[in-house]
């Protein structure tokens, strides 16, 4: 399936296919120069299968993880680079998950002014939300995605077979996503969390979040307005992630993060189905250094923050709030 995201001159094609890594290059210019960045959670046979289809191609390996989103990492990409005479010409290919997609993509924006960059995602998190869009960063200062650029990718390839290998837990956590994109833009979506079997229906959830992404970003690719409901449920979020010593993903915190910015009236569903897809791991939280964080988050300006409310799935409104608001009701939510 070929979905076409588009954005006039920074245009490009999403092809979801299974089994597509395989003949990645019937689709991709690889006949040049070709960093593929890759991280230690992904299993090497991805990043070696993209490779055996380029002409010179060099594979960097970084540590799976947040850390890897840093000024160091990005720096020894570039040395890379640089070294193996990389050019305005050649290519980088990120084969990962969303750090590796956020990371490869700022590493693209930065070297030479702009080199062309291409997005295969390997988890289901990035497949559904971070691969397509634009948004390339990296963590600074212990703020997450402080540092970055709109730069958009030549080409998303989303390859489902991918997900086999991973753990059910990184199911769940890209699942969060979609749960997100349902309630905002797409009620049948969360009607089929509630009644239908997730697993059986993994294709139809990629593409049917994809399909709002896309519809979003094409309204508004650099967040100026509508695109800020991508956001939806990041400010707990991002707070939790940032705080918590539980070791909580990015997804599993963006679930717990929806719930306040939920009515009353539709709670319970939305909880029921964070249940279902294994995402509702409540525990003890130091709303202190949460509160802390949000005041200092990029979309918070002073004391107050531009939040996405959830009524009624399928519908959404974009207010400001002040923090210490949000931060009370999110305590009374997530009581553990």
């Not at 991280?39 to 993209?50: L, R």
């Amino acid at each position: 399936m070929n979905m076409h995201l588009d954005l006039k001159e920074n245009s490009y094609d999403i092809v979801i296919e299974r089994g597509i890594l395989e003949k990645v290059r019937e689709y991709l210019d690889l006949e040049r120069r070709v960093l593929i960045v890759t991280d230690s959670g992904v299993p090497q046979i991805y990043a070696q299968t993209v490779a055996k289809q380029c002409k010179a191609p060099i594979i960097c390996t970084v540590e799976s993880g947040e850390a890897s989103k840093s000024i160091e990492t990005f720096s020894k990409l570039l040395q890379t680079m640089l070294e193996n005479g990389f050019s305005r010409k050649d290519c980088v290919v990120a084969v990962g998950g969303g750090v590796v997609g956020d990371l490869s993509g700022f590493v693209s924006s930065a070297y030479m002014r702009g080199v062309d960059f291409y997005n295969i995602p390997t988890t289901l998190l990035s497949q559904i939300d971070s691969s397509i869009g634009g948004k390339t960063a990296i963590n600074f200062g212990g703020i997450k995605n402080i540092v970055g650029a709109f730069y958009q990718p030549k080409k998303v390839i989303i390859d489902a077979d991918l997900l086999k290998t991973l753990p059910e837990r990184q199911i769940s956590n890209g699942l969060a996503e979609a749960v997100k994109m349902a309630l905002t833009s797409d009620k049948e979506l969360f009607e089929l969390f509630e009644n239908k079997n997730i697993s059986d229906n993994i294709d139809e959830i990629i593409i049917r979040s994809l399909n709002v992404k896309k519809n979003v970003v094409e309204q508004d690719e650099k967040e100026s307005g509508i695109r800020k409901i991508l956001n939806f449920g990041h400010t707990i979020g991002h707070g939790i992630e940032t705080c918590n010593t539980e070791g909580l993903f990015h997804g599993e915190c963006v679930a717990l993060g929806l719930v306040p910015m939920c009515s009353e009236a539709i709670r319970p569903r939305v909880i029921n189905v964070l249940k279902k897809c294994n995402l509702y791991n409540l525990t003890d939280f130091d709303w202190n250094k949460i509160s802390g964080v949000i005041f200092h988050d990029k979309k918070a300006d002073g004391d107050t923050v531009s939040v996405t409310l959830v009524d009624e799935i399928g519908n959404f409104e974009i207010k400001t709030m002040k923090c210490s608001q949000i931060i009370e009701i999110a305590k009374d939510c997530l009581k553990g």
